[in-house]
């Protein structure tokens, strides 16, 4: 199953991210995963949020610059070396991940990695071949 994360493109100035997660808080909004690339001119935060819809209309209000990408979400062990073979499952199957990160969320013995991929179809199916759980919407509190 699909997830959206967000992206916010910010300019790279201070109190920018304490900004936005204000606004999310004030909005009670619970962020999911954050994660962070910057270049020398802009930043890109990237979110998955309970509540992505309203997520992004209050950001697009407060004139945020941002997009929504579809991105899998992985269940993982929750132990040393757990990630391992899905990243191998990854490199045999020949697909490029464009980047990963992971949620806050673990349950039951499990961790949850946030993969964008070059083939989501290809990698979903290889996932279910090889047994690895995709998280749901559901399971991962995500509401709209």
Do not use: C, W
């Not at 979400?73 to 040393?80: A, F, K, L, M, N």
């Not at 697909?95 to 992971?102: A, F, G, L, P, V």
């Amino acid at each position: 199953m699909t997830v959206y994360q967000i992206s916010v493109f910010l300019e790279n100035r201070t109190g920018q991210l304490a900004e936005i997660t204000k606004i999310l808080g004030d909005n009670q909004i619970d962020m999911r995963a954050i994660s962070i690339a910057e270049t020398a001119d802009y930043g890109v935060l990237r979110l998955i949020v309970d509540q992505p819809q309203k997520t992004t209309s209050i950001l697009l209000s407060q004139g945020f610059v941002l997009s929504q990408t579809p991105v899998v979400v992985v269940t993982v062990p929750d132990q040393p070396g757990g990630l391992a073979p899905v990243l191998q499952l990854i490199a045999d199957g020949g697909i490029d991940i464009e980047y990963m990160y992971s949620l806050f969320t673990h349950k039951e013995g499990n961790a949850y990695m946030v993969f964008r991929v070059s083939d989501d179809e290809k990698f979903t199916s290889l996932l279910a071949q090889n047994g690895i759980a995709v998280a749901n919407r559901q399971e991962l509190g995500i509401t709209d």
